[in-house]
Nanobody
Framework: QVQLVESGGGLVQPGGSLRLSCAAS????????MGWYRQAPGEQRELVAT???????NYADSVKGRFTISRDNAKNTVYLQMNSLKPEDTAIYFC?????????????WGQGTQVTVSS
């Protein structure tokens, strides 16, 4: 089993910054995809940013220029630096990873971390 542990959420004022982290653990052979998604109350879960093992990055239009995704392959960890936060960024943020473990392909979700942007 591959487990994900997220951290870094919290309450921040509009215009502020937060950095989310997501560390994968388990019998991991390789990770070829790591991404962040978010879900606001009453809304569907949506993609925020993704990064592949080769370094290809994709952002939702709503966060381009404000959020930066990065990864540390040695630590099996993905980060999301969020700047210029807006109230509409308020949501539960989930980490998602896909790759290969000793038991075969895996796709795992984190438990989610709350981000609240409010004055």
């Amino acid at each position: 089993q591959v487990q994900l542990v997220e951290s870094g959420g919290g309450l921040v004022q509009p215009g502020g910054s937060l950095r989310l982290s997501c560390a994968a653990s388990g019998r991991i052979s390789s990770i070829y995809y790591m991404g962040w998604y978010r879900q606001a109350p009453g809304e569907q879960r949506e993609l925020v940013a993704t990064i592949t093992g080769g370094g290809s990055i994709n952002y939702a239009d709503s966060v381009k220029g404000r959020f930066t995704i990065s990864r540390d392959n040695a630590k099996n960890t993905v980060y999301l630096q969020m700047n210029s936060l807006k109230p509409e960024d308020t949501a539960i943020y989930f980490c998602n990873t896909r790759g290969l473990s000793d038991y075969g392909p895996f796709r795992s979700w984190g438990q989610g971390t709350q981000v609240t942007v409010s004055s």
